[in-house]
DNA sequence: TCGCAGTGGGGAACCGGTTCCACTCCACAA
DNA sequence: TTGTGGAGTGGAACCGGTTCCCCACTGCGA
């Protein structure tokens, strides 16, 4: 209700020396900054944000673009997201993606260029050039997570390496039998992730001279999808491989629950390793490569907010590999003596 | 940058016959309808959210007040929250709520009073008297999940009857050593949810007779929390449960996997059951009582909504209880029969 | 023929801030 | 003494829509 009008008044000064007594720019003297302030305390004046947004043409807030709200990844990236936006007192606008074309179509073509955002987040999305054109032709940052892009900024893990050095910290471990359990080769989420760690596993197979067919079966990228899949690979006692790559941490979780139901002892005969660094890593005792998510988020708040400040012109792309840590447990180890 | 302006004048009207046809609210003729649609389509118009907001006083945004954006149940109920907003073209601006209390403060004095939202669902939260009047001082509608307050429109289940129901069913089944391993009973988050749940198995206990010492014990509410719980629950032979009424399904999975571990076989020598209807419930059998929180999601934002249409003042608040569904599964049967 | 209601549309005010511009002091250097 | 420049301030324009108010025109009933 009270507009700043109103302080001015009370202060006795005019509306443009209360702006700039409240928002710190220009000349104010140290008197009228005192006179506005305490009217401002007194009224318990609170400015409007759109009337502001409305005048600079900055919002100070950031549209996040995320699939999916439920599953582990992108659940950690945007608690990361959020915590450095909230830090650096920027809104957060999430809009999610879904997969059906024509929705996907409406979050493009209605709501990011509405004005409402100074910048965009997109996680684990493959843009196409059209959105990305979309995007860039409204002159805000953009920045990816989960793969890279040359067109925008990003950031992500080396996908393929990972995978390959998970395969071969089995391969030095002496297994000849690993079979990779990963997500769908075609899905357009997730930047190709899945196809990138498949690619990984067969470098490093192919290295090592162990390529083989059968050496990949897609499952869905979760607990239950690693399960089934699982059972299924393992089913077979003399074609069962002595290892597995499984494309995350849930995928590799699955996998440790189907051996225990099947009887086979993880890791003295099944060895498993995931990547993700999930929550319950630990308590199944699952070696993984950890990928910090959450400081993805951060890391890409910090590339968007890099771009925003007002006098830095276009800052150039940039295609950012964060760090992963591999943490041994005990599910993998040296595969049982041959029978 | 094509303001309406511009779109008026490629069209020969004025302003606001220009936004007359584009609105749709008053009077315009077909021919200059057409005429607008005509130009704003050439131009690429997209009106700016902002200046509408500023001119109507309304946002179509939502704010969202939520602890955590990694457990299960938050996760599910932001996903109902998003659907049906985005279903209704309102944005939604998330703000993560931190136990720190000035962080916490902070959201309510600077983020949700900026006139930046025009209502705000509060996520699993104890609002405090004062939290509580500082929103409806805004007469903005507020809604909160996961609990009742009198002051203010709830959607959540009946937590109480939940657990009693849970828990008689065991007794039904024979069981007299039932134990419930829930949430810390003063976590502020969360509404009591914790406490509900404790009181519920209590006065089913009770109600059979069965009350005992040491019916209780506090887990973290994740399935780790469970699994340490259960392990320590279950150490001892002589004295160990036939039943557990988990707080929540992922300490029941904890406590399935712990019981694995020990060697207790679920079902026969230990009942399990759980409340949530999480994802992974059907993996491990779990007989569990589904609150389906995207209802509840989709739920909240008809009670924002309905409260938000132009005519209709103030609307009374609604303490509105959903159903649940009782999925009984694998992990609950009679008790083993005493040695 | 006059009056009135209903359409249609233009001008201008308005939402609530920010910022450009012009102007006044006043200190200090030339 | 005049000039210069920076501090400090108010008035007004502006951001980009929406909407109030008023006027013009048409058709119809009295």
Redesign the interface.
């Known amino acids: 209700m009270s507009a700043i009008a109103d302080v001015a008044r009370l202060a006795g000064v005019s509306k443009s020396t209360a702006s700039r007594a409240l928002t710190g720019n220009g000349y104010v003297s140290v008197a009228a900054r005192a006179r506005v302030e305490v009217a401002a305390a007194e009224m318990g004046y ?6 502001s ?2 005048a600079t043409g900055l ?1 100070r ?1 950031v549209g996040v673009v995320i699939p999916y ?2 599953r ?1 990844f992108f ?2 990236v ?2 990361g997201i ?2 450095a936006l ?1 830090a650096a ?1 920027y ?6 993606l879904h997969h059906e074309a024509a ?1 996907r179509q409406r ?1 493009f073509d ?2 990011l ?4 955002v100074d910048a965009v987040i997109a996680v684990g999305i493959s843009l196409s050039p059209h959105e990305v054109r979309a995007l860039t032709a409204l002159g805000k940052p953009i920045v990816g997570i989960g793969g890279d892009v040359p067109a925008i900024s990003t950031v992500s893990i080396d996908d393929v390496s990972a995978a390959k050095f998970l395969t071969a910290h089995l391969v030095s471990l002496g297994h000849t039998r690993i079979v990779h359990l990963g997500g769908d080769q075609l899905d357009q989420m997730d930047f190709a992730v899945h196809a990138k760690r498949l690619a990984g596993v067969r470098q490093a197979l192919a290295a090592a001279g162990l390529s083989h067919p059968g050496d990949f079966r897609e499952v869905a990228y ?3 999808g690693g ?1 089934a899949g699982a059972l299924a690979v393992l089913a077979d006692p003399s074609s069962r491989p002595t290892a597995i790559v499984a494309g995350c941490d849930e995928i590799a979780i ?1 996998v440790i ?1 189907a051996a ?1 139901q099947l009887g086979i002892d993880v890791p003295t005969q099944l060895s498993v390793v995931g990547i993700d660094g999930h ?2 890593a ?2 199944f005792g699952l070696t993984t490569l950890e990928q910090h998510p959450n400081r993805q988020g951060e890391r890409a708040v910090e590339l968007v907010l890099e771009r925003l400040v007002p006098g830095a012109g276009a800052i150039a792309n940039e295609q950012i590999t964060m760090p992963v840590d591999f943490i041994v447990r005990r599910t993998s180890t040296a595969p049982p003596h041959m029978e």
Do not use: C, M, Q
């Not at 809104?91 to 999610?96: A, K, Q, S």
């Not at 260029?113 to 409402?116: D, L, Q, T």
């Open positions: 609170v400015p409007s944000g759109i009337a947004s409305l919002t807030n709200l439920n582990w659940a950690e945007l608690e959020e915590t909230i007192a809104d957060l606008t999430l809009y999610r929705r979050i209605y709501f260029v509405r004005k409402r979760s607990i239950p399960y699955g629950l225990r929550h319950l630990e308590l």
